[in-house]
C-alpha cells in the first residue's frame, strides 16, 4: 500500500488551559449623557440631577435626575389621570395586549437590556443574558395571560384594580424586579409610578424607550429616579393607593409605619439569610453547585441567598473540601466577560458594609477561606468567602450581608436543623438537599420560609409565588397569588 503522504503542520497547542477573556460589546447600548423623568409619556427635565456609574471602574455613565417631592407629584398625577382616562376600564384582553408586546420587546432588544444591566448593576453577563432578561420578559408574558381572566382566578369575587400603585425596587436585579411589580400591576389594570435604586437607574429608563414602542398609553408607567428622599416622597404622595416595595428591612420597617392609618395598601419583599441545608445522603458535588449558586449568584446582592449553609455533622469534612476547591475555579472579573462567573460589587457602600460584617466575622472567632484570586485594581470587588468554625450567635450567621459571603453551620438531625434554620428573624426561602422525597416534605412542613428549594437553589418562576415571613415582609409577587395586592374584591 502506497505511503500517504501526512502534511506536516506545527500547531499551536496551548501551554495553558485557563479561559481567555470573552468580552461582550457595548456598541449595542446608546446611553445618553442625561435622563429626566419619564412622565405621562414625556421626557421632565430634571432641577438636579447625580453621576450614575460603572462598579466595575467607577466610569461615569450619565447625569440622572434626583425626582424632588413635586416631581413625584406630577408622575402621580400622570398615573392618576392615565388611570380614570380609559386604562382601569379597558378590557381585560386589551391591556394584555400591551403587555404581550411589551414582553415581545424586551425579548428582541434583551442582548442591549443585558449589556446595559451589567454595566450599570456590576452582574456577570451571563446572568443578565440568561436569568435576568429571560425571566423579566416571562414576568410579562405570564401575567399577560391573566389580565382578561381575573374573574376566573378569582371566582365571584368581582375583582377591580387598586388604583395608582408607587413601587420601589432595588439595585439587584433592577430589571427583573420592574418586571415583578409592573406586570401584574397593569394586567389588573391599575397604573404606576416607579422609582429604581439610586445606583442603577439605567435599565428602568431603557424601559421607557419600550413604553413608547409598545405604544403603551401615556402615563399608564412614569418612571421617576432618584435616592431614598423620592422614595419616601412617593410613599407619603397622598394620591397614591398602593405601595409595593423591596429592598432592606430597615426601610420596609419605616414605609410600614409611614402608612399606618393611611388606608393605602401595602406589600413589602424585604431581607433574608436563607438556610441552605445538606443532609449525608444528598449527592454531594450536586449540592456544591446549588451552595455555589445559592450564594455567589449575583455577588450575593439576592433577598434569597442560602448564606447560611447547614451541613450534616457526617459529611462537613468532604463537603466543605469540594466546596472549597470550587471556589478556586469561580472566575471573578469583568461583569461584560462572557466568562465571569462573580462580577462587582454594585456600590462603594455596599461594598463597605461586606467588609464590615466580613471584619466581624474573623472577630468573633471563624474561621475565613478565600480562594487566591487577582482582583481588577478600579471598582468595587469582593473575593467569594466561606466563613467556618461559626456560632449561630455571630453577627455573619445573623445578619444579611447581601454580600459573596457564606456562613457554614452543623447540625446533627433534623429536628435540629429545622430549630436552626428557623433561628433568625427572616424567612423568605430555605434550601434541603437530600435523596429523600419524605424528608424533603417533612421538612419544607416546618421550614419557615417563603419558597423552600428541595435539591436545587434560586429557581424562579413567574407563575410561583414569592415572599416572605416575619422580617422578610408580606405579601406575594409571582403567580396568581402576585394579582392579589393589585384587586380589590367586591364580595
Ligand atoms: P434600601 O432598602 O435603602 O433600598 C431599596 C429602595 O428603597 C431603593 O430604591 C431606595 O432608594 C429606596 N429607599 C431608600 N430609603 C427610602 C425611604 N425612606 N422611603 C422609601 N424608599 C426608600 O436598600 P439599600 O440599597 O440601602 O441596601 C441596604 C441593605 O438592604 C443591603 O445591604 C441589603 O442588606 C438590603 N437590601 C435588600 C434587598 C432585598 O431584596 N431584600 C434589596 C436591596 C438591599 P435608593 O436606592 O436611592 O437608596
Redesign the pocket.
Known amino acids: 500500500m502506497a505511503e500517504i503522504d501526512k502534511p506536516r503542520r506545527e500547531v499551536d497547542v496551548p501551554g495553558d488551559w485557563t479561559y481567555a477573556s470573552a468580552p461582550e460589546s457595548r456598541d449595542i447600548v446608546h446611553i445618553r449623557d442625561r435622563y429626566g423623568y419619564y412622565v405621562g409619556g414625556e421626557w421632565l427635565e430634571p432641577a438636579e440631577t447625580y453621576e450614575t456609574i460603572s462598579p466595575r471602574d467607577e466610569e461615569p455613565l450619565a447625569a440622572v435626575g434626583q425626582a424632588t417631592a413635586e416631581d413625584v407629584g406630577r408622575a402621580v398625577a400622570a398615573a392618576r389621570t392615565a388611570y380614570a382616562d380609559g386604562w382601569s376600564s379597558l378590557p381585560g384582553s386589551e391591556r394584555a395586549k400591551y403587555l404581550f408586546r411589551i414582553a415581545r420587546i424586551l425579548q428582541e432588544r434583551s442582548r442591549e437590556f443585558a449589556v446595559l444591566e451589567s454595566l450599570n448593576g456590576g452582574k456577570p453577563i451571563k446572568e443578565s443574558r440568561d436569568v435576568d432578561l429571560p425571566l423579566a420578559a416571562a414576568h410579562f408574558f405570564y401575567y399577560a395571560g391573566w389580565a382578561d381572566k381575573l374573574e376566573y382566578a378569582f371566582p365571584n369575587r368581582r375583582p377591580r384594580p387598586v388604583g395608582v400603585a408607587g413601587q420601589?425596587?432595588?439595585?439587584?436585579f433592577p430589571l427583573l424586579m420592574l418586571a415583578w411589580k409592573v406586570a401584574p400591576a397593569l394586567a389588573c389594570g391599575n397604573t404606576v409610578v416607579l422609582?429604581?435604586?439610586?445606583?442603577t437607574p439605567l435599565t428602568a429608563l431603557l424601559f421607557c424607550d419600550v413604553l413608547r414602542q409598545a405604544e403603551l398609553p401615556d402615563g399608564v408607567v412614569n418612571i421617576v429616579t432618584?435616592?431614598?428622599r423620592t422614595?419616601?416622597a412617593l410613599?407619603e404622595s397622598e394620591d397614591v393607593d398602593k405601595i409595593a416595595?423591596?429592598?432592606?428591612t430597615e426601610?420596609g420597617k419605616?414605609?410600614q409605619r409611614r402608612l399606618a392609618g393611611t388606608g393605602k395598601r401595602l406589600t413589602l419583599?424585604?431581607?433574608?439569610k436563607a438556610a441552605n441545608i445538606v443532609f449525608d445522603d444528598a449527592a454531594l458535588d450536586q449540592a456544591v453547585e446549588g451552595i455555589v449558586n445559592g450564594i455567589y449568584f449575583n455577588q450575593g446582592h439576592v433577598?434569597c441567598a442560602g448564606s447560611r449553609l447547614f451541613v450534616q455533622e457526617s459529611i462537613y469534612e468532604p463537603l466543605v473540601a469540594k466546596l472549597e476547591r470550587r471556589l478556586t475555579t469561580l472566575r471573578v472579573g469583568d461583569p461584560l466577560d462572557k466568562n465571569s462567573d462573580v462580577g462587582a460589587i454594585n456600590s462603594a457602600a455596599?461594598l463597605e458594609?461586606i467588609r464590615e460584617l466580613v471584619a466581624s466575622g474573623v472577630d468573633e472567632g471563624a474561621e475565613i477561606y478565600q480562594p487566591p484570586c487577582v482582583l481588577p485594581e478600579k471598582g468595587y470587588w469582593f473575593v467569594p468567602t466561606v466563613f467556618t468554625n461559626v456560632a449561630q450567635s455571630y453577627r455573619i450567621a445573623q445578619e444579611?450581608i447581601?454580600g459573596p459571603v457564606l456562613s457554614v453551620l452543623t447540625f446533627r438531625t433534623p429536628e435540629e436543623a429545622v430549630e436552626k434554620a428557623n433561628n433568625t428573624p427572616y424567612g423568605l426561602s430555605a434550601g434541603v438537599w437530600t435523596e429523600k422525597g419524605s424528608r424533603i416534605l417533612w421538612m419544607a412542613q416546618r421550614l419557615r420560609a417563603g419558597v423552600v428549594w428541595a435539591n436545587t437553589f434560586n429557581r424562579f418562576d413567574p407563575g410561583s409565588p414569592f415572599g416572605g415571613y416575619k422580617e422578610s415582609g408580606f405579601g406575594r409577587e409571582g403567580g396568581r397569588h402576585g394579582l392579589e395586592p393589585y384587586l380589590e374584591f367586591e364580595e
Not at 422609582?195 to 445606583?199: D, G, N, W
Not at 416595595?245 to 432592606?248: A, E, K, L, N
Open positions: 420601589i425596587i432595588p439595585w439587584n422609582k429604581p435604586a439610586e445606583t432618584g435616592d431614598g422614595g419616601a410613599v416595595f423591596t429592598g432592606s426601610v419605616e414605609i419583599e424585604l431581607g433574608g433577598c455596599q458594609k444579611e447581601f
